[in-house]
């Protein structure tokens, strides 16, 4: 079962919809124009059931088979965009400042469309595709929302597929893991309060400069000395922010960043000592520390047999030899994890092949991978739901 007729014939046309996409793009829950694009095509191509507003923003179509009753899979793609000025030239670049498919969302909307159209077209299957559309995957949950939303129950879904793309991996290749494919995520906020003076006469005020910088080092100890070392654990400082004038020492400082884990024990630990490290750094200074800590999505976790399954299926359109079925996990955050823990099911990524790195202004989704995209999706579906 290589890549099918129909999907190579549509590649164009998909890539037109992947373009208009990329031209407009929406942020977080705001997919308002992108959900009624996909709503649109949904209706056209004749799905059973087009379903908006689900976790705020999104979209399902339902699409019975023609050979009888059967099970209920989901395949689903996101749609937001970031807010990164794209530097890509491309003719169909973004129109809009500050907003851009660095992502390669739009490529996953469009080839899940793609799918989408060739299912309602063929319907060679037994049971029930619902292709899922949601909104809000950069940091806004919008995976969870769809979820408590009731769609698994309201659909009837009973196993769930994801697929993402991945630069440097090439065209027509394929990677997954079984068990922990992608991280969970944390993000922290540190607030030191000092005692603000002349920069001139330090001894008279309390540093909160010189105290959070203490702790940029400290936090690193973390991961080199409370974690085992075989253990996957990033904590990373990615902004600080203090002062406005030269010779002012200010009242306070403030340091933030993020945390990754593929355990929950891991999770638990790292955010016991980040909050030991910053008591035991404000007695030492004589500040005031005050940490807000956010844990964000779960572990992206695939069941081992549907991993089995979905590699099969990869294997089945791209070759085995295409297929990596034991991929190093990404240290990446992914709300498809919210499903993952409401259904079983499997996250795989498709290659996007020598391109900028995901969240660059210079990246760019490869159209040249959409025919194995949406052939990997109508497989799933067909063999997932044999008569």
């Given at each position: ?63 019975r ?9 989901g ?8 807010p ?24 996953h ?11 309602a ?40 597929f ?19 494919i992608?991280?969970?995520t ?123 399954f979905?590699?099969?299926?990869a ?69 997932a739901?044999a008569?």
């Open positions: 079962m290589p890549i099918l007729n129909r999907a190579a014939e549509m590649q164009e046309e998909v890539a037109g919809w992947r373009r208009h996409l990329h031209q407009n793009p929406e942020l977080n829950f705001d997919v308002f124009e992108t959900a009624a694009f996909v709503t649109e095509k949904l209706k056209a191509f004749g799905c059973d059931e087009v379903v908006t507003g689900l976790g705020r923003t999104g979209v399902v179509g339902v699409i088979g023609r050979l009888g009753n059967g099970a209920v899979i395949l689903r793609a996101d749609m937001d965009a970031l990164i000025n794209e530097i890509t030239g491309k003719p169909y670049a973004s129109t809009t400042p500050n907003k851009m498919h660095a992502c390669g969302h739009d490529g909307t469009a080839m899940l469309l793609g799918a989408a159209n060739y299912l077209e063929t319907r060679n299957f037994a049971g029930t595709v619902a292709v899922i559309f949601q909104p809000a995957e950069e940091g806004g949950g919008g995976g969870n929302e769809m979820v408590k939303d009731g769609m698994m129950e309201r659909f009837g879904i009973e196993r769930v994801g697929m993402h793309n991945m630069p440097s991996l090439p065209v027509g290749h394929f990677a997954i893991r079984p068990g922990p992608m991280a969970a944390a993000e922290f906020t540190i607030t030191v309060k000092g005692r603000g003076g002349h920069a001139a006469m330090p001894n008279g005020t309390i540093d909160p400069i010189v105290t959070a910088s203490q702790l940029v080092g400290a936090l690193q100890t973390i991961v080199s000395r409370n974690a085992d070392p075989v253990e996957a654990l990033v904590v990373s400082v990615t902004k600080f922010h203090a002062g406005d004038a030269y010779n002012v020492i200010p009242e306070q400082a403030e340091i933030a960043g993020t945390v990754r884990t593929l355990k929950k024990e891991v999770a638990r630990m790292a955010e016991e000592r980040l909050r030991a490290i910053c008591a035991g750094v404000a007695a030492a200074s004589g500040t005031t520390i005050e940490v807000r800590y956010d844990a964000n999505y779960p572990v992206t976790f695939n069941d081992p047999q549907q991993t089995v979905a590699s099969d299926v294997a089945a359109v791209a070759g085995d030899a295409q297929v990596i079925r034991a991929m190093p996990p990404v240290m990446g955050g992914e709300d498809f994890s919210y499903m993952l823990e409401a259904r079983p099911g499997a996250f795989i990524f498709i290659g996007n092949g020598e391109s900028a790195g995901l969240h660059h202004p210079a990246y760019d989704f490869n159209d040249e991978a959409i025919p194995h995209g949406v052939s990997y999706w109508v497989r799933i579906a067909e063999t739901l008569a």
